[in-house]
């Protein structure tokens, strides 16, 4: 049996990584690993469990192919490690923070993929954005000027991805990302 892909995405500030720590010990129950993705930020970035590194590093990697996927946004670099490919053959679950820009190559990769975006009232994304300090005031603009360009929920939903909105209680939305990908567990 072979693992399923979770692709959760949704724009900067949505609480993808507040999520994935809050649902981190429930999904794991379910032998669901949450991937660590690889990002030319600082691994000292606060909120984000990513591995940091240089752009030049990145670029090494992902010529020696050590990337399952990789994209550009907002002038940084991600990418996931091909590890994934092995976990899901060997039956488990992965979860990955993604791109919503990326999602057509990770489906052409990974047809079978569940892809989850996690909306967020836009009032509330400005204050997240703002809060956590990461960018200036013109790249929380530039951010939410990106994810205008994103912002169509019926355009997702018929294109076969999930909504979760992420406006309020975290622990909400767990329980909701749990239901949608519900209790198989990849090994059994």
């Not at 591995?51 to 670099?77: D, K, M, T, Y």
């Not at 990769?109 to 975006?117: M, S």
């Not at 994810?147 to 939903?157: H, V």
Request: glycine residues 10%.
């Amino acid at each position: 049996m072979s693992g399923r892909l979770i692709y959760l995405m949704g724009p900067s500030g949505s609480g993808k990584d507040s999520l994935l720590h809050a649902a981190r010990e429930r999904l794991a129950e379910r032998d669901c690993r949450i991937v660590r993705r690889v990002i030319t930020r600082s691994a000292e970035a606060v909120g984000e469990d990513a591995i940091g590194v240089s752009p030049a590093e990145f670029a090494a990697r992902e010529q020696a192919g050590a990337f399952a996927l990789s994209w550009r946004a907002n002038g940084l670099a991600y990418g996931i490690p091909r590890q994934i490919d092995d976990w899901l053959a060997a039956g488990q679950d992965v979860l990955v923070n993604g791109s919503r820009a990326y999602l057509p190559q990770a489906r052409q990769r990974y047809p079978e993929l569940i892809g989850v975006l996690l909306v967020v009232d836009a009032a509330v994304l400005r204050e997240r954005l703002l809060r956590r300090g990461r960018e200036t005031p013109e790249q929380v603009g530039q951010r939410l000027a990106r994810n205008r360009l994103f912002d169509s929920g019926a355009a997702a939903a018929a294109d076969g991805v999930h909504l979760l909105d992420n406006s309020s209680h975290v622990e909400r939305t767990v329980d909701r990302l749990l239901a949608l990908i519900g209790t198989r567990r990849a090994c059994a």
